[in-house]
């Protein structure tokens, strides 16, 4: 395990991720009900875009920074978000350096009755994220295997909810892992909402996977992507897609207006720069 997502905070992916990340949470929040969130490959829960991690590569400069400098209006609700973690709402933590990862953001939206649980095995990933929730009695922090995790957590009692699932794609099989897990966590929790995030180098892979899915039998799957270029090489992170089965209602109309917006600020000039949304097995 290599991966160290501290490198990688705040940028063009993250944003993607996140703005779509937020949408769901809320749209999942259009009823009462309690609902349940698993993040299963969570990181630490924050990063300081000002450590030499994420300043050495400076990733968030092309993404959250440009957001934060210039927010475009359909992204005012993980923009303004961003905003209010790190001006301290909600208490955590405070700093004008902050990039809120996947599990403070989706602390930051939880009703009284809403629950987190957040999985993270890295050795050294692993005890920031428990510090950071040790005294919430919302979350739960599992130094556990995610894959494993989508097994022994779910279906949780409210029956309501989201898993997030943000692998690394060290392993040359993460699509195919992936693929698996999602099939396993949709056969115990089939009335769940998955997001599923992948990277797109070569697009022969994305394809597979997309094929993989819907092999698989499961029913409404959307993909939502966001290209940075055409892409043609495979050494490069050219854009980056979150596959989602049961989308929330209006999920098709609704993201494709965040996805454009996150075209247009952050995509430069290149041939090939898209957001699209596809839907890969009907409902
Ligand atoms: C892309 S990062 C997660 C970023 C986070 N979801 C966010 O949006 O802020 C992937 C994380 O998964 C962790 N990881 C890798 N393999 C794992 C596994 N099998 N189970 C749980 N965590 C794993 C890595 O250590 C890394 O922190």
Redesign the pocket.
Known sequence: ?N?R?AFHAGNFA?CM??ALLVWLVGALQRKPAPIFVL?????TGGYDLMAEDASRTREAEAGILRLLADPPPALADFVGLVRRIQDGGGSRVRSENLYP??PLLIRALLRPDDRLAC????DQ?YPALRRLFARDPQTATHHR???EALGGLLPPKQKRGLV?I???FEAPDEFDRLARGLAAGHARFPTGVFAAWYPIKRLAAVRGFHHAMQASGIRDIVTAELLLREPLDPSRLNGCGLLVINPPFRFETEALPLLLALRDALCGAEPGAAATILRLADE
């Open positions: 395990m991966y997502h993250d991720k996140h993040d299963t490959h969570a990181g990862g996947s999985c993270e095995l890295h990933d295997d995610a894959w997030l943000d692998p690394p």
